[in-house]
């Protein structure tokens, strides 16, 4: 549901490809280009190849993706949470950067994972582990879209609290747990 952008490299603007089913994309998914369509999510139907980086915005019809917001809080009121609706072009991260993102598959993002690299998900257009050698991940063509650098957990938010050291915890999917990744496509 969110990505906090801590430190990026190229932020390029893409056209949507408005053809491609799901339609949705979340601010920390990843996407690819579909040929001269423009951007979608990342599915079976792009692979793990196609991955060209992770969206800045969300185009969605049935909830907001902005970091720490409750669902069915809009927003753009006209642009019923779709962040992509005036331009038709979407944020695309590429070129490295560090990242915090709840937009990953739970369970193996753990503490001990950190350094380790993480791969393309198909089916949820996320982040999902992937191994402890480049190498061997690449001798699979299986490219490595990211490292992780910071393990699932609270991230702080800004805004004065108890949850983390005086802050609220930032609100978000996979029970408001971040990862932080240094972005490698």
Not at 5 to 25: G, K, Q, R, W, Y
Not at 94 to 113: E, H, L, P, R
């Amino acid at each position: 549901m969110a990505l906090v952008e801590i430190f990026h490299v190229v932020a390029n603007e893409f056209p949507l490809d408005t053809t491609s089913t799901p339609p949705d994309i979340k601010e920390g998914m990843l996407v690819a280009m579909n040929a001269g369509n423009g951007i979608r999510r990342v599915d079976a139907t792009t692979g793990v190849l196609g991955v060209i980086g992770i969206a800045g915005d969300t185009k969605s019809t049935s909830a907001s993706a902005m970091p720490g917001i409750y669902p069915g809080w809009q927003n753009r009121v006209s642009d019923s949470f779709d962040e992509t609706k005036a331009s038709a072009k979407i944020t695309v991260y590429s070129s490295g950067g560090a990242f915090a993102t709840d937009q990953y598959v739970a369970g193996n993002v753990d503490a001990s994972k950190i350094g380790q690299y993480l791969i393309a998900d198909t089916t949820t257009g996320t982040l999902k582990y992937g191994g402890a050698d480049a190498n061997t991940l690449a001798a699979a063509h299986t490219p490595v879209v990211a490292q992780l650098t910071g393990a699932a957990g609270a991230y702080p938010s800004g805004v004065p609290g108890v949850d983390i050291n005086g802050d609220m915890a930032l609100k978000g999917d996979n029970d408001n747990q971040y990862i932080v990744i240094k972005l490698l496509v």
